[in-house]
């Protein structure tokens, strides 16, 4: 019997729409038989359902197949890590994405950034969402940077001119960017928020340099 709450975030991208759906989802919510997670374009749904020997099914819509897929998970492993994702099986690409929060959003813009680099390759131009110069609203873009600072500067990989370890940084919300400095030796750099194809360098990035 668990008696802590348990909470995740799950995510998937809407086929139809190029949507991304997030949603919490709790242990207790899923005692019931099944959980539906719906695009709001209503053409696309992810479905969770609890099996009797205590594992977790997900039928996953899937941006490149034409039929959903299916995978079953352990509930420690839905409901234990920071970040999980199912792939597609033909194609590598990330259908599904479970964990905390902030975690799945990064994980979803990333996965936006990659099918906006397959669509390039590809040269097509079926896929409406995904050609709209925008498809995220500013604030998630705005959170996505802020976050990926905070694990930068969690693993200590932001760099300045004072000695490692030495710099103290401070981040500003500016009109067209994300300023981070130093308030020791002035070094800064600007992100851009305009987009999230514009962020995309340092949102793949693993360290960030002030200059
Ligand atoms: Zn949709
Ligand atoms: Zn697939
Ligand atoms: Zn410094």
Redesign the pocket.
């Known amino acids: 019997m668990v008696l802590s709450p348990k909470q995740t975030t799950i995510a998937y991208r809407c086929p139809r729409c190029g949507a991304g759906i997030m949603s919490a989802v709790g242990f207790f919510s899923l005692s019931g038989d099944m959980l539906k997670l719906k695009c709001d374009c209503g053409e696309s749904e992810l479905i969770i359902q609890r099996s009797r020997d205590g594992k977790i099914r997900l039928t996953v819509p899937c941006i490149l197949c034409p039929k959903p897929h299916q995978y079953t998970v352990s509930s420690n492993l839905f409901f234990g890590r920071e970040l999980f994702t199912l792939a597609c099986p033909y194609s590598d690409l990330d259908t599904c994405f479970i964990g905390e929060t902030n975690h799945v959003k990064a994980a979803l813009a990333k996965n936006e950034l990659e099918l906006l680099e397959l669509l390039e390759e590809a040269g097509a131009e079926s896929f409406d969402a995904l050609n709209r110069p925008q498809t995220l609203t500013d604030p998630q873009i705005y959170d996505i940077i802020l976050f990926v600072i905070r694990e930068l500067e969690a693993e200590g990989e932001i760099h ?3 000695a490692a370890g ?3 940084y401070t981040v500003d919300v500016l009109d067209d960017c994300i300023r981070v400095s ?1 308030t ?4 800064e750099a600007r992100l851009p928020t305009d987009s999230l194809l514009s962020a995309n360098a340092f949102l793949n990035a693993d360290r960030l340099q ?1 200059s």
């Open positions: 300045c001119r004072c030495e710099g103290e130093c020791k030796c002035g070094a002030l």
